[in-house]
C-alpha cells in the first residue's frame, strides 16, 4: 500500500513556474514507476509526465514538453514535477500516481495508487 500527497500546487501569472512535490509513505517507492496527471474543468484525466524506478527514464506529453520536468529523490520518497512557462491552458488539478511496474507506464489504467490532487491556477 502506497500513500500519495501532493503540494506545492497554486495562483501562479502566465509565464512563471511552480514545482509541485509528491510524497510517499512506505519503504518501498523504489519499486514504483510514478506519473502526474491533470484534469481540467469539464475535461478527461490525461497524463503529463511519467517516471521509472531509478529516474533514468522520463516521458512528457507533447503538450508540456520542453516546459515540464519529472524527476525523483528514491531517498526521500518523493517525485518531483518542475513546471516553468505556465500557460493559462496548464490550469487543472494536478495527481501524483504510483504504478507497480519498474518501468515506465503511461497508461492512465495501469496506475494503482492516486493522491488527492492538487490545484494549479495559471492567470493570464
Known amino acids: 500500500q502506497v500513500q500519495l500527497v501532493e503540494s506545492g500546487g497554486g495562483l501562479v501569472q502566465a509565464g512563471g513556474s511552480l514545482r509541485l512535490s509528491c510524497a510517499a509513505s512506505?519503504?518501498?517507492?523504489?519499486?514504483?514507476?510514478m506519473g502526474w496527471f491533470r484534469q481540467a474543468p469539464g475535461k478527461e484525466r490525461e497524463i503529463v509526465a511519467a517516471?521509472?524506478?531509478?529516474?533514468?527514464?522520463?516521458y512528457c506529453a507533447d503538450s508540456v514538453k520542453g516546459r515540464f520536468t519529472i524527476s525523483r529523490d528514491n531517498a526521500k520518497n518523493t517525485v518531483y514535477l518542475q513546471m516553468n512557462s505556465l500557460k493559462p491552458e496548464d490550469t487543472a488539478v494536478y495527481y501524483c500516481?504510483?504504478?507497480?511496474?519498474?518501468?515506465?507506464?503511461?497508461?492512465?489504467?495501469?496506475?494503482?495508487?492516486w493522491g488527492q490532487g492538487t490545484q494549479v491556477t495559471v492567470s493570464s
Open positions: 512506505g519503504r518501498t517507492f523504489s519499486r514504483y514507476a
Open positions: 517516471i521509472d524506478w531509478s529516474g533514468g527514464v522520463t
Open positions: 500516481a504510483a504504478a507497480t511496474t519498474m518501468a515506465v507506464v503511461t497508461t492512465m489504467s495501469r496506475y494503482d495508487y
